[in-house]
């Protein structure tokens, strides 16, 4: 377990995910899914429960949104769970993925997509950083989402690229105050229960 | 964000988790689970992404594992994402749970249910754990589990019931010593990758 004791040298950034599809043809949406996104400027593994890739910040989440965005396209209900960390190498396994430009692979295919995402930000070791919060939080309002405080978590809703938007965003300024920063974040999309919430709004 | 600066006063638990039943059924899984569940010792609240439990560390684990079990023992692919919290309160809600007793309401009935789980355990703001956590891992082989070092997380491989076991032991163990402590966990059961992987060994 050092990944929760190391101290930050690297800046390698990383995410592992699960991306469920609830339908009996999980396995093809989550194939197709993954063979349409570009994923040469990452690290990545695949085993029984997750998947992990690491990169640069930008490719990360690049990785992570088009996965999740060409799943939800399929019009399956999709929920996709991850943990993005920076800050904690233990092993060099994909520091040459660092040299990449900042340039992403992956154009925005999640156009009219509504989601819904709870997420937390946890900055290890450190106390203030609630001006950045409260700044990106201000920022996701701007962009149209609904934001709101729920018990250990944060809950967007609203268009998919924008959610990711305020998660990279929400991520890279925090790391650039601490060294080792984890962000959960649970996103969901076609769920019959998001019909039925905006129905009653 | 008061749930990412608070400090620790009361010591209610809580788990914010999503269970995804990778079939065209999941509504159905998902409602007869809840059904099967006594959670009557636990404050309980469902929304669009996710549902949160709070109460005492026992019950905390109590219900999530049994719907995680109900679920699986339907034979269908179903994975849990959760992330288990003590030590920041933010509100009094869950408050009244907190006089219930230790007795777990749910029998276990996950028996002979493999699975694989990745966790990681964040004790925010303490540097001196490893102690505790290398006992727990150490707990966990001598129940018969695998155990793998990953990127950002550990692998449980095993009994449903033995991982749970362990996931609770080494939230209860971490908390005693530290004010505030996060742990993530994706668990994941009948799964066509498990029953290759299985076949490999
Ligand atoms: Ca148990």
């Known amino acids: 377990m050092s990944n929760n004791v190391c101290k930050g040298t690297s800046r390698i950034a990383g995410c592992r995910f ?19 996104v570009d994923t040469s400027k990452v690290w990545l ?15 990360v989440f690049d990785v992570t949104e088009a996965i999740f ?14 943990t993005y960390s920076i800050g904690c190498p233990g092993d060099t396994d994909g520091d040459v993925y660092m040299a990449e ?4 692979l992956n154009t925005p295919i999640a156009i009219n997509q509504y989601a819904a995402c709870d997420f937390a930000l946890y900055p290890l070791g450190s106390d203030s ?18 934001v709101e405080g ?9 268009e998919a690229d924008d ?19 984890v962000m959960t974040a649970s996103i969901s999309a076609n769920s019959p229960s998001h019909q039925k919430g905006e129905d009653d709004e």
Chains 1, 2 share one sequence.
Do not use: W
């Open 163 to 181: 959610i990711f938007t305020t998660l990279e965003n929400a991520f890279t300024a925090t790391q650039e105050h601490n060294d080792h920063v």
């Open 18 to 36: 699960s991306v469920h599809p609830m339908t009996d043809d999980f396995v093809n949406v989550i194939l197709s899914a993954l063979k349409e």
């Open 101 to 104: 430009n900042n340039r992403k």
């Open 45 to 59: 593994e695949t085993d029984d429960v997750s998947t992990c890739v690491r990169g640069k910040i930008a490719h």
């Open 69 to 82: 965005s060409h799943a939800a396209k399929t019009g399956h209900h999709v929920a996709f769970s991850g």
């Open 129 to 146: 950083y609630m001006d950045k919060i409260m700044e990106q939080i201000e920022a996701a309002k701007q962009r149209g989402l609904t």
């Open 150 to 158: 729920i018990h250990y978590a944060t809950k967007l809703k609203g």
